[in-house]
């Protein structure tokens, strides 16, 4: 029987199981949800997005654009539900996190090909494998893992950032507006004079932290940096980082503020929103005391605090080739972050690659090879040993897809040429390589 078992219904679990099933192939997706969770679970539905709902730009000149738009060209259902929970964010693609969580779990719960199993992946089956338990993988399969993979005891912190409810920002404190007038009036904007700035670092470079085993500043992915952490740096970070004013006019002034928070809508009837940037490690009691110093923020009701948790990734140089398959044992591979990929999108396109290419193994076709010229392929190549020095978790940009042969002027022109570049690569990789055309 042509069957292959995905542990883990993640991002990339589940991006790998839809490609592997619509070629023809059996799949056993292993889920422990809902019978057991991680701490930065809440949901039973797979694909969960437990940091922020935002999947980042959808423009063809950044290189997440790019990649998204070579997902939809390969039938993801990451972003075909992506798309259709699509929340207002301005040129970003955000999400109604429930939503996109259900209707990636129907999708995969309904497909003849594939059984999902409720149980807690604690050994690494016989057979074709692809192992996508992510960063915050069980201490049963982490311990296997660990065995098959040494030296892939690497890991970064990660930090989620709270949810406030629409109805209890004090909207004379705030108002709509998206930076530099881009798209639709669609972030909550908050924002504070010099006085209130300078109160607000002050307290939250002294406050509280939660406790977490083996934590240090040093070890968080810059992506991800509780906000405490920034403001430590200098008293002006935040003003250049996530509460830049740069591009916001307050209507009732015309002019821009001192600081700006941003709030983007968390879900699709808009009463939630997320604090943008705001990833903390802070206690809850903490968060609520020097949150609540934002004017708008003042008697906000926090339906989720932030969190931090330990990811860890594989050294995946050394470990793992260009389809993401374990070089000592090929059978098995891995997708998602524990590869060192950042990212909702990078997560989910490695679920693709490596869904595909494990495709063609099992079918006997050639491999796609997806090349440097692609985004996919970009990623992939880099993880499995484009790095040079340290190894560090890297999202998708540009400077890791090859360069254009001829010059173009201006940065943005330069980016979109790269893109239409690369998506006529994959327009021709569909029509000559078969597994592509299942």
């Given at each position: 029987m042509r069957e292959v078992t995905v542990l883990g219904a993640g991002l990339a679990g589940s991006e790998a199981a839809w490609q592997l099933a619509n070629r023809g192939i059996e799949v056993r997706l292993v889920e422990m949800k809902p019978t057991k969770k991680t701490p930065a679970h809440r949901s039973a539905d797979f694909a969960e997005l437990v940091c922020s709902n935002s999947l980042r730009s959808d423009e063809l000149t950044n290189a997440v654009g790019l990649l998204k738009a070579e997902l939809r060209k390969l039938n993801s259902l990451i972003m075909k539900s992506a798309d259709k929970n699509r929340v207002a964010a301005g040129g970003a693609l955000a999400v109604d996190r429930y939503g996109f969580a259900h209707d990636i779990t129907e999708a995969l719960k309904a497909h003849p090909r594939i059984t999902v199993i409720e149980a807690e992946a604690d050994a690494i089956p016989e057979g074709d494998v692809i192992v996508a338990t992510g960063p915050l993988s069980s201490d049963a399969i982490a311990e296997r893992i660990a065995e098959l993979c040494p030296d892939s005891d690497l890991h970064f912190y990660d930090a989620v950032a709270p949810i406030v409810t629409l109805e209890s920002v004090d909207m004379d404190s705030a108002f709509f507006a998206s930076r530099y007038d881009k798209g639709t009036a669609d972030y909550v904007n908050c924002p504070m004079d010099k006085d209130e700035y300078l109160a607000f670092v002050r307290e939250l470079v002294t406050a509280k932290e939660a406790e977490i085993h083996g934590f240090d500043d040093g070890g968080v992915f810059e992506g991800c940096m509780p906000v405490e952490v920034m403001a430590r740096r200098g008293v002006d970070t935040l003003r250049y980082g996530p509460l830049k004013p740069v591009g916001l006019k307050?209507?009732?002034?015309?002019?821009?503020?001192?600081?700006?928070?941003?709030?983007?809508?968390?879900?699709?009837?808009?009463?939630?929103?997320?604090?943008?940037?705001?990833?903390?490690?802070?206690?809850?009691?903490?968060?609520?005391?020097?949150?609540?110093?934002?004017?708008?923020?003042?008697?906000?009701?926090?339906?989720?605090?932030?969190?931090?948790?330990?990811?860890?990734?594989?050294?995946?140089?050394?470990?793992?080739?260009?389809?993401?398959?374990?070089?000592?044992?090929?059978?098995?591979?891995?997708?998602?972050?524990?590869?060192?990929?950042?990212?909702?999108?990078?997560?989910?396109?490695?679920?693709?690659?490596?869904?595909?290419?494990?495709?063609?193994?099992?079918?006997?076709?050639?491999?796609?090879?997806?090349?440097?010229?692609?985004?996919?392929?970009?990623?992939?190549?880099?993880?499995?040993?484009g790095s040079v020095g340290d190894f560090q978790p890297m999202n998708i940009n540009f400077g890791i897809i090859t360069p254009l042969d001829h010059r173009v002027k201006g940065k943005r022109n330069k980016n979109a040429a790269i893109s239409e570049r690369s998506l006529a690569v994959i327009d021709t990789l569909i029509t000559e390589r078969e597994v592509l055309q299942l």
């Open positions: 307050d209507p009732r002034t015309g002019r821009e503020n001192y600081a700006v928070v941003q709030l983007r809508r968390d879900n699709a009837e808009g009463t939630l929103y997320n604090l943008v940037g705001f990833q903390t490690h802070l206690t809850w009691g903490e968060q609520k005391r020097v949150f609540s110093m934002i004017p708008a923020l003042k008697n906000a009701e926090f339906v989720r605090y932030g969190v931090m948790h330990r990811n860890t990734f594989l050294n995946s140089p050394k470990l793992l080739d260009r389809h993401y398959a374990l070089r000592s044992e090929p059978r098995i591979r891995f997708a998602g972050q524990m590869t060192g990929v950042e990212g909702y999108v990078e997560s989910a396109a490695s679920g693709m690659l490596t869904g595909i290419e494990t495709a063609a193994a099992v079918l006997g076709l050639p491999f796609v090879d997806f090349p440097q010229e692609t985004a996919i392929g970009a990623l992939s190549l880099y993880i499995s040993g």
